[in-house]
């Protein structure tokens, strides 16, 4: 695996990402017109069709701001709420190594479609660290129309630490047309609770779910009433409490036209946080935070899927100093993330199948100190073309074999301007080998090996670049 590297020169960055990037771009735009086109003349038939999904995205970003304090650097981090950029580990290819490690389009789809498995995926990012996600869910029906559900999120990445639990209890008003529900997360740290309450719709065309939340709606009576003072070193008491609400649907066009949507807006909030118990050297935090995402499919058969996607978060604190304060905490940050791309799923035969995915993604990352000399200013614009590609063969005896290229090609205007991120610049590529076995439809193991295919780091085109594996249980 890569290491930081600082090293580089301004032709290496002006030229090699464009490269990069038009290469990528035209490379997946054919990929998916070739499957597209194949899905309409050819396509063997499934068992089920096949479909992408924007739940996972949806649901990480949902628990990005539920579990604060489940972030990598904490609840009242310097480095806001998104954090992408502050691990002393990150390195050039450690986006690449998500793209690597993920699941696949069609398992993603497989895993939002049940209501009860078990799932893990890891992967190497460097010579003693593996990023880890993990999740379990099961729905049990109690008595009547009433259902009870649960689901744990672990998660050990750059950007988190994660160990989140989610109960949920839903009743049907009208069984299979309108459920209402409630839900609520738990946490070791009592304040960091959440709660939940919505209904959903459904209908022949779709589905429609609309909630409100109320985040650490808790915390004023146990840190104010109860009083925690002497257990912990800072205090967080809201001045202007967070409340959420969100509304997603999914809804057939047509017979051969999906649609899925989402958005989250959280209320403007303000905490203000005392350290050690004494309020004046502590700061005041305003916080906001949102999302909205859209995919657009069009499966003009069983076995073909092709579509469109686009998502948008964004986070913003601001924080100022008591009258004991630091200076340091004088300043505002804003994060946001811009993304959209396409897809394209075709299963040629029972046997062979390949999917595909590309997308443009935008990361400004700006931070301003209000405190003349507090600290230096800084506007970083991450900008990159991502992708996977894919072919697999899957034996009838249960044998699964995968071969893709992964890649994340980069482009930043100006290096210079934050010069401890110019690494990032990096155009990445590998090949990855993937072998495993699957059970039917009720489990799947797999494990496998990527190829460099970049002199990242003065190393040679063709070099181990680490290892990952992934498995999923269903009943």
């Not at 628990?63 to 954090?83: K, N, V």
């Not at 916080?287 to 978060?313: C, D, F, K, M, Q």
């Not at 699964?400 to 301007?417: S, W, Y």
Request: with cysteine; aromatic share 12%; glycine share 10%.
């Amino acid at each position: 695996m890569t290491v930081n590297h600082m090293n580089h020169s301004r032709v290496r960055y002006a030229v090699y990402p464009l490269l990069g990037q038009r290469a990528v771009g035209v490379f997946s735009a054919l990929f998916a017109a070739a499957v597209c086109w194949a899905g309409v003349l050819h396509a063997q038939q499934p068992a089920e069709p096949v479909h992408a999904t924007l739940k996972g995205w949806e649901e990480y970003a949902r628990i990005t701001i539920l579990d604060r304090s489940g972030s990598f650097f904490g609840r009242l981090a310097e480095q806001g709420i998104l954090q992408r950029f502050g691990h002393r580990e990150l390195d050039a290819e450690y986006d690449l190594d998500l793209v690597s490690f993920s699941p696949s389009l069609e398992e993603e789809y497989r895993w939002y479609a049940s209501d009860d498995g078990v799932r893990f995926w890891t992967g190497s990012i460097n010579h003693l660290h593996l990023v880890q996600n993990a999740q379990f869910k099961a729905l049990v029906p109690l008595s009547g129309t009433w259902v009870a559900g649960a689901q744990i999120y672990h998660q050990r990445t750059l950007q988190a630490r994660r160990s989140l639990v989610q109960l949920t209890l839903a009743h049907d008003l009208r069984p299979q047309r309108l459920r209402i529900f409630f839900s609520g997360t738990l946490k070791d740290d009592k304040p960091d609770t959440d709660l939940e309450a919505g209904v959903v719709a459904s209908g022949s065309r779709g589905s429609a779910v609309l909630a409100v939340g109320a985040l650490d709606p808790f915390n004023d009576f146990i840190t104010q009433t109860l009083g925690v003072s002497y257990l912990t070193d800072s205090i967080v008491d809201y001045t202007a409490h967070p409340f959420s609400g969100r509304l997603s649907f999914e809804l057939s066009l047509s017979p051969d036209l999906r649609l899925e949507a989402y958005a989250l807006a959280v209320t403007p909030s303000s905490v203000k946080v005392s350290l050690s118990g004494d309020s004046a050297a502590g700061f005041v935090q305003d916080e906001r935070y949102g999302y909205a995402a859209g995919l657009l499919e069009w499966t003009p058969n069983a076995g073909t899927a092709v579509g469109l996607l686009a998502s948008w978060v964004r986070s913003r604190i601001a924080r100022s100093p008591g009258s004991g304060g630091k200076p340091q905490d004088d300043f505002e940050l804003t994060e946001s993330e811009t993304r959209w791309g396409l897809y394209a799923i075709h299963r040629f035969s029972s046997r062979w199948s390949a999917e595909g995915w590309v997308s443009r993604v935008i990361r400004p990352d700006k931070r301003i100190y209000r405190e003349p000399g507090a600290g230096a200013d800084a506007r970083y614009r991450d900008r990159a073309w991502s992708g996977r590609l894919s072919g697999t063969y899957q034996a009838r005896s249960g044998f699964r074999g995968e071969l893709g290229l992964d890649f994340v090609a980069r482009g930043i205007p100006d290096p210079g301007a934050v010069p401890d991120r110019a690494f990032l610049a990096d155009n990445n590529y590998r090949l990855r080998f993937d072998l495993g076995w699957r059970f039917g439809s009720r489990a799947l193991f797999v494990v496998g090996s990527n190829v460099d295919l970049d002199k990242d780091n003065g190393t040679a085109i063709g070099t181990f670049d680490g290892g990952h594996g992934r498995f999923a249980f269903y009943w």
